[in-house]
């Protein structure tokens, strides 16, 4: 069988498990990006980004559903629950940890050392630890590493996915 680049991740039934009933009876994964984001041509930790999103939706048994917020309020779109969870270049740190919880997925550009970036989710619910459970499975099973490598952000992958662990 010919290899691919292409994620070949399925559903993780216990990541899946994880997901609160609500979500799961949706089937959709609402993802806070910001309007400044690429269109997903090109390399990038915003294509990145968008792309580990929608393979973490799949892993977690969900469809990925993009929602243009603007940069400055992708945080608190997550608090207010106009979206699921945000992800886009989000540096985990203390001011944003006051308002939710983030799961930390890759090192920060430029960031010393506990420079992560996180996707943010619900500060207290479940939703945070599925989600690093099914970044997990993808670590695992190495569908993470090809989405970095594609992307040219090999150097910068973690080796588990954390809960708000960065430096804040």
């Given at each position: 069988?010919?290899?691919t680049?292409t994620?070949?991740?399925?559903?993780?039934?216990?990541?899946?498990?994880?997901?609160?009933?609500s979500?799961?009876?949706r089937?959709?994964?609402?993802?806070?990006v910001?309007?400044?984001?690429?269109?997903?041509?090109g390399?990038?930790?915003?294509?990145?980004?968008?792309?580990?999103?929608?393979?973490?939706?799949?892993?977690?048994?969900?469809?990925?559903?993009?929602?243009?917020?603007?940069?400055?309020?992708?945080?608190?779109?997550?608090?207010?629950?106009?979206?699921?969870?945000?992800?886009?270049?989000?540096?985990?740190?203390?001011?944003?940890?006051?308002?939710?919880?983030?799961?930390?997925?890759?090192t920060?550009?430029?960031?010393?050392?506990?420079?992560?970036?996180?996707?943010?989710?619900?500060?207290?619910?479940?939703?945070?630890?599925?989600?690093?459970?099914?970044?997990?499975?993808?670590?695992?099973?190495?569908s993470?590493?090809?989405?970095?490598?594609?992307n040219g952000l090999?150097?910068?992958?973690?080796?588990a996915?954390?809960?708000?662990?960065?430096?804040?």
């Open positions: 069988m010919p290899s680049t994620s070949t991740t399925l559903v993780n039934k216990a990541a899946a498990q994880l997901v609160p009933p979500l799961a009876a089937g959709v994964l609402k993802i806070g910001a309007a400044s984001s690429s269109s997903g041509e390399h990038g930790t915003e294509t990145a980004d968008r792309q580990l999103a929608r393979q973490l939706a799949m892993t977690l048994g969900l469809r990925a559903a993009f929602i243009v917020v603007p940069e400055h309020d992708l945080v608190s779109s997550v608090a207010d629950g106009t979206v699921d969870v945000a992800i886009d270049n989000l540096v985990d740190t203390a001011s944003f940890e006051q308002h939710v919880a983030l799961v930390d997925y890759l920060a550009l430029g960031g010393g050392a506990g420079s992560l970036l996180g996707i943010a989710a619900p500060r207290g619910g479940i939703l945070t630890e599925a989600l690093a459970s099914g970044l997990n499975v993808m670590i695992a099973s190495g993470y590493g090809q989405i970095l490598a594609v090999t150097a910068r992958a973690v080796s996915a954390t809960i708000d662990a960065g430096s804040g």
